[in-house]
């Protein structure tokens, strides 16, 4: 830079200080506060963009074979061309039927988890997560994890790290809409995740039935026994991680922590007050909606929750940042941004909209939100009983075209109930 250049960025930066010293020695302190945030925010995303090159050009594992079997009273088939595992029992039934049932597809697990983390710091990543995290879960969840290692041969640490390692690496770009349709209340969902080039070929749904639980379906991975997009027979949930940079607090692994949420909560309020009771880790956006039209986000952290409920366009949108007046903070950062434009693109299509909505046009938003990580598109229906998934093999999920719709009843029995007592 020309030392006359250095001069004139000197003077703007002089012209923009406050001019007496206490308001410029809280200044700067704000802005050194701001360019530590910064620093971090960027750390994450060259993380990223390092995990998915080596995951790229990593060995992949081999393509999964999700031909129907059984375990006990868990089972593996296909409904309309989706795979489904189904989970029944107590906690160690379930983790057991999991561990049999996806034995070979959870080597996928393994090599991603590996090749996102890094192999120098991966016996480093699953300390911090036991370190971290196993105080707040359950007897019932660990024991669940320790069968799952049991029946599938994965090292208890490794799957201890697939259940945390969203909350130790912030990789998330969602975008989600829900508002009111003829059929219901909808929550329409993009999952936008980086695949390495072969997690797309591995996501299913599993239909679990937790005994003395409420029973609930989830759209996810092998290996996963959390939720981040699901739906039970009231309600159904979708997180966003919001990119703040900051490192976990020590609590329940967010994964886990929703899927407490639909297995125990019958409404949107119900679902808000256990969240509130929960030691919260990292900062997320929760969408929500229940059978009763209920509509809300939650902007969690560990310092609370905020609420957010549907706006002028008869819609509730949300992306990966904060919007209420508590939370909301510009960041410069190529996340942030993209979530502004992912946002953005919803409102669009929420404003041209005539009519009431409809689930044409919800796809139609998810469409337009769409980026080349989204791996999974799904629209929640719960009062219909029913969700419609979109899976992703080259592209967009949702430019693919073929949406199937599946009826909770068909996966999990009446929908809403318990699982066996």
Not at 66 to 76: D, E, N, Q
Not at 106 to 119: D, E, K
Not at 184 to 203: H, I, K, T, V
Request: hydrophobic share 45%; glycine share 8%; aromatic share 6%.
């Amino acid at each position: 830079m020309r030392r006359g250049s250095c001069w004139a960025v000197l003077l703007a930066f002089l012209l923009a200080a406050p001019s007496s010293a206490g308001p410029t020695r809280g200044w700067l302190e704000r802005l050194r506060k701001d360019a530590s945030r910064w620093r971090r925010e960027a750390a994450t995303e060259r993380a990223l963009v390092l995990a998915q090159a080596r995951g790229l050009l990593a060995r992949r594992p081999p393509p999964p074979d999700f031909a129907p079997r059984r375990c006990g009273a868990g089972s593996l088939r296909w409904v309309r061309g989706v795979p489904v595992l189904t989970l029944v029992g107590t906690p160690e039934e379930m983790g057991r039927q999991h561990g049999t049932l996806l034995r070979e597809e959870l080597s996928a697990l393994r090599a991603y988890l590996r090749a996102f983390v890094g192999p120098r710091r991966f016996e480093a990543a699953i300390r911090e997560a036991e370190r971290t995290f196993r105080g707040a879960c359950s007897p019932d969840e660990l024991a669940e994890l320790d069968a799952l290692s049991r029946a599938s041969g994965v090292p208890p640490g490794e799957l201890f790290l697939a259940q945390s390692f969203t909350d130790l690496y912030r990789a998330f770009a969602c975008s989600t809409l829900a508002a009111e349709s003829s059929e219901g209340p909808f929550l329409a969902r993009n999952l936008d995740f980086p695949s390495m080039g072969f997690l797309q070929r591995f996501s299913l749904v599993v239909a679990a039935r937790p005994r003395g639980r409420r029973a609930y379906v989830a759209v996810g991975w092998p290996g996963l026994v959390g939720v981040l997009s699901g739906q039970s027979g009231a309600l159904a949930l979708a997180v966003l991680v919001v990119h703040d940079g900051l490192p976990p607090r020590p609590g329940l692994p967010f994964q886990l922590a929703f899927r407490r949420v639909l297995e125990r909560a019958e409404s949107v309020s119900e679902a808000e007050r256990l969240l509130r009771r929960l030691p919260l880790t990292v900062a997320n956006n929760l969408a929500l909606v229940d059978a009763a039209g209920e509509a809300v986000v939650l902007e969690l952290s560990p310092e609370g929750v905020e609420a957010r409920r549907p706006g002028e366009e008869g819609a509730l949108l949300a992306t990966n940042h904060f919007l209420t007046r508590a939370r909301r903070r510009p960041r410069a950062s190529l996340t942030y941004l993209s979530s502004r434009r992912r946002y953005a693109a919803l409102r669009r299509v929420a404003r041209a909209r005539r009519g009431a909505w409809d689930l044409r046009s919800a796809r139609r938003a998810l469409d337009a939100a769409a980026v080349p990580l989204t791996v999974q598109s799904m629209v929640f229906l719960p009062r219909a009983g029913a969700l419609e998934v979109a899976f992703c093999e080259r592209g967009p999920a949702t430019r693919r075209g073929r949406w199937v719709r599946l009826r909770l009843r068909e996966l999990l029995g009446e929908p809403g109930g318990a699982g066996p007592r």
